[in-house]
């Protein structure tokens, strides 16, 4: 063995001891270095030529997500690096560990203003929980190494600067070695019993309980459905949750707001106590959805998030699934009630509302069929990369998921493109799992030169393009907010033409008639190893607003109702206040008007 090696290969070698299998860029002369070092490892590490740097770091941000391992991308010096930025946020804001390699011009050109040179850190400060330009050949495998186990710790971005002279120079082989292997996690914090006593003290006593499940109870959701079925407390969730529990629990309420159901809007003015748990729900304070809620205990792992959405009657530091387990033990037994009754039959409306609008056979192709297709066809274990649009709230109110599944999405950047880099790494992360891309046609169209990199890699991912040339989300926005609409509609375009052109089995959908056919080929395109596109050319018309809902006759006019209901199709949908009244609950908040963004 010799005694040195390239400095850019001991780099690389350390990625490979932190387990990182991709790698996801494209190359550039201020990078080949991190390129040649690639080449000589390529049979450890494999790197994914993506078709924009912005798509490799969102499939790095996207991998961290579905994996909980360290994200992987590079850029070269300016624009390249540059181009990786939504992605980088799009991780710092979901906490993701991503390391983001950048390259530099050649140390003997640095500080001198040469072509695409310029001082790299302040770009990337704002971004990164660590932000370091290597100095020596020798430090490069200690600077990657360092910025991974900051990425980790920090639950951030980890930004390196490689000038690229670097990684080329021969350095002492035995002068490096990653930490991979000291890596321990914290483990979950030990109870206060006097805290888990006093928060059952309250259930015990709540007539009108519901559990706010965030993704802290990923994992834990079997957990959290007997907390609820002993204390009669339905679950709602935040949107992001939904894969943490069957979708046809009973008593599952959904989530809140406009990515959101209507259950679970009209059950918080209406409740006397929530369990906020591993929650950070972004929307408390501006929608104001707790004001009416008279104890408030939390749970959560995460000191600086205690307190944080609203004043806490009781504080439970703790791991979600520790806490819930523990409540559960102590909390009495509590019979069928008339608020878990009112509930249950309000989410019983709601799901024969939705399953009429997804079952329908005739009438205009709706994004509600191409759901039931994608249902129909679905695994149980299938994995869904969402994009941001109307494609968030549609897919959590229409996918039947599970807790096999896993349903990932930009959650608080919420950057539109999302779904299609998602879905590259799903399935090169899990290749025997059926993955999945969902989006809009206005997201699709900011990254759909990476279909290419689903076919070269050949990828067998379906990815379902929602097309009604508009930015459906933002033009509802625009016709509660303006005077009227403006930049919310686009030239349709053939996707399906695309697709076929960079070598996708492809498919148009345009009627309810064609779907099952058309998912039952792309189900088989994909079984043999097939990229696949359907291009779902669906109606314009707004999903019904959950957060504006006009459905009360105590609080609406009845002409304003009839046209609601219709335009909604919302025929035999009922306002919760019916079925609180029904089992002798008056209604302390009958608006739903809840605000939204
Ligand atoms: P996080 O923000 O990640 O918070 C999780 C919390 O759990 C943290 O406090 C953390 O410390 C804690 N935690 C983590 N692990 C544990 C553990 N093991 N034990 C205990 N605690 C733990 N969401 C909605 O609900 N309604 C909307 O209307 C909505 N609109 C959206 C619109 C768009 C276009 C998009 C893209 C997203 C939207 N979202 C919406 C998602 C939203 O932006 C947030 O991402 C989401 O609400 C946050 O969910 P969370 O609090 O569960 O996750």
Avoid at 88 to 101: G, Q, S
Avoid at 130 to 159: C, S
Avoid at 411 to 436: C, E, H, S, Y
Avoid at 462 to 471: E, G, M
Wanted: hydrophobic content about 40%.
């Amino acid at each position: 063995m010799s005694d040195t090696i390239k400095s850019g290969i001991a780099a690389v070698k350390v990625l490979e001891e932190w387990g990182v299998k991709h790698i996801y860029g494209i190359p550039g002369g201020s990078i080949n270095t991190l390129m040649d070092a690639l080449l000589a490892e390529k049979e450890k590490i494999s790197y994914i030529q993506v078709r924009h740097e912005e798509v490799g770091a969102m499939a790095a941000s996207m991998h961290a997500k579905f994996t909980g391992h360290l994200g992987v991308c590079f850029g070269s010096a300016g624009p390249g690096g540059t181009h990786l930025m939504n992605g980088l946020y799009d991780a710092r804001e979901d906490h993701m560990p991503v390391l983001a390699i950048i390259g530099q011009f050649p140390t003997t050109g640095m500080n001198m203003d040469a072509f695409q040179e310029m001082n790299e850190n302040p770009i990337y400060a704002d971004v990164s929980v660590y932000n370091r330009t290597v100095m020596t050949a020798e430090q490069l495998p200690h600077v990657i190494d360092e910025a991974i186990r900051q990425a980790y710790a920090k639950k951030g971005v980890a930004v390196v600067q490689l000038p690229v002279d670097l990684g080329w120079k021969d350095i002492p082989a035995k002068a490096f070695y990653s930490s991979a292997a000291a890596q321990r996690k914290y483990p979950n914090p030990s109870m206060n019993l006097a805290d888990l006593e006093a928060a059952a003290d309250i259930l015990n006593r709540s007539e009108k309980t519901i559990i706010f499940a965030g993704i802290g109870t990923r994992k834990a959701g079997e957990d959290v459905i007997k907390l609820s079925q002993k204390l009669k407390a339905p679950i709602a969730v935040t949107a992001i949750n939904f894969d943490s529990f069957p979708h046809d629990y009973e008593a599952l309420l959904g989530s809140a707001n406009r990515v959101a159901t209507k259950p679970a809007n009209e059950a918080f003015p209406n409740a006397e106590t929530v369990v906020f748990v591993g929650n950070n729900y972004p929307f408390a304070e501006v929608t104001d959805i707790f004001k009416n809620v008279k104890n408030f205990i939390q749970i959560d792992l995460n000191v600086a998030n205690l307190g944080k959405r609203h004043a806490n009657d009781v504080t439970i530091l703790a791991d979600a699934g520790d806490a819930v387990r523990e409540l559960t033990k102590i909390v009495q037994e509590k019979a069928e009630t008339a608020w878990w009754r009112a509930n249950v039959n309000n989410i019983k409306n709601w799901r024969d509302y939705v399953r009429h609008l997804e079952t329908k056979t005739s009438g205009d192709l709706q994004l509600y069929q191409v759901y039931n297709a994608i249902n129909q066809h679905a695994k149980t274990d299938a994995i869904f990369s969402v994009d941001v649009g109307d494609v968030t709230q549609t897919s959590i109110r229409h996918l039947h998921m599970n807790p096999q599944h896993m349903w990932r999405t930009s959650n608080i950047f919420a950057t539109m493109g999302i779904g299609l880099p998602g879905a590259i790494t799903a399935k090169l992360d899990f290749p025997d799992r059926q993955v999945w891309s969902l989006s809009g046609d206005g997201a699709f169209q900011m990254v759909m030169q990476d279909l290419a990199t689903q076919v070269q890699y050949k990828l067998p991912i379906v990815n379902v393009v929602f097309a009604n040339a508009q930015y459906g989300f933002i033009k509802d926005e625009q016709e509660d907010t303006n005077t009227g609409y403006l930049g919310v509609e686009f030239m349709d375009v053939d996707y399906a033409k695309i697709a076929e052109a960079m070598g996708a089995k492809a498919y148009t959908a345009r009627k309810i008639e064609d779907l099952n056919g058309i998912f039952d080929q792309a189900e088989n395109d994909r079984a043999a190893g097939f990229t696949v596109l359907i291009d779902a050319k669906i109606s314009v018309e707004r999903p019904i607003p959950v957060e504006k809902l006009v459905l009360d006759p105590a609080i609406h006019q009845t002409e304003d109702i009839k046209k609601f209901i219709l335009r909604y199709e919302a025929e035999g949908l009922k306002p919760l206040s019916e079925f609180l009244e029904a089992e002798g609950i008056q209604p302390v908040y009958k608006s739903t008007e809840l605000g939204g963004f």
